[in-house]
T-cell receptor, first 114, second 113 residues
Framework: AQTVTQSQPEMSVQEAETVTLSCTYD???????LFWYKQPPSRQMILVIR??????QNATENRFSVNFQKAAKSFSLKISDSQLGDAAMYFC???????????FGKGTRLHILP | DTGVSQDPRHKITKRGQNVTFRCDPI?????LYWYRQTLGQGPEFLTY????????KSRLLSDRFSAERPKGSFSTLEIQRTEQGDSAMYLC???????????FGQGTRLTVV
């Protein structure tokens, strides 16, 4: 069975600094998607960034970028120039290409220190 | 607002009562998902639909839980004979063909007292 592991329950970063959130996953599939979702307090979950497993190039969305290491089954999220609005729970998630189910990790709570 | 809509946002019920939640997906999203999220945890998959067909159910979905999507548009999730362990946030998400990611609603927070 596929699993997603986030080993950092909480992290803190100073405003304007850079932080990296870790995620590892377990799968025997070669074709899949990986996601980072953000869930602010009492607000809905939104997609931050997506990576297709067949793409070697790491995805980037403005201040958010990933380090995708397929052989190591690692998918970390880097947030540059952290802002107060980045404070949230961040969930790493996985979906097989030929399946519809999205599997989530337990999340990392990110605090931004002013 | 054209996002995923869930109703109600909050529900408090007494143990043993039945509750029903509704989810309206984004228009033309043919896939619809239900997840359960307890405090401090990630969303756990419950079930999903492709159009009106329920294609997969998690083992978490006991016999007291039932979900429907009768016309392939909105969906309902019913919990019968609620238990305190059912207290959680119930999230709905939808996804169109051609996009890998799902779009989430704000959730229904259920408290069983």
């Amino acid at each position: 069975a596929q699993t997603v592991t986030q080993s950092q329950p909480e992290m803190s970063v100073q405003e304007a600094e850079t932080v990296t959130l870790s995620c590892t996953y377990d799968t025997s599939e070669s074709d899949y998607y990986l996601f980072w979702y953000k869930q602010p307090p009492s607000r809905q979950m939104i997609l931050v960034i997506r990576q297709e497993a067949y793409k070697q190039q790491n995805a980037t969305e403005n201040r958010f970028s990933v380090n995708f290491q397929k052989a190591a089954k690692s998918f970390s999220l880097k947030i540059s120039d952290s802002q107060l609005g980045d404070a949230a729970m961040y969930f790493c998630a996985y979906r097989q290409t030929r399946d519809d189910k999205i599997i989530f990790g337990k999340g990392t709570r990110l605090h931004i220190l002013p | 607002d054209t996002g995923v809509s869930q109703d109600p946002r909050h529900k408090i019920t007494k143990r043993g009562q039945n509750v029903t939640f509704r989810c309206d997906p984004i228009s033309e999203h043919n896939r619809l998902y239900w997840y359960r999220q307890t405090l401090g945890q990630g969303p756990e998959f419950l079930t999903y639909f492709q159009n009106e067909a329920q294609l997969e159910k998690s083992r978490l979905l006991s016999d007291r839980f039932s979900a429907e999507r009768p016309k392939g548009s909105f969906s309902t999730l019913e919990i019968q004979r609620t238990e305190q362990g059912d207290s959680a946030m119930y999230l709905c998400a939808s996804r169109p063909t051609g996009l890998p990611e799902a779009f989430f609603g704000q959730g229904t927070r259920l408290t069983v007292v």
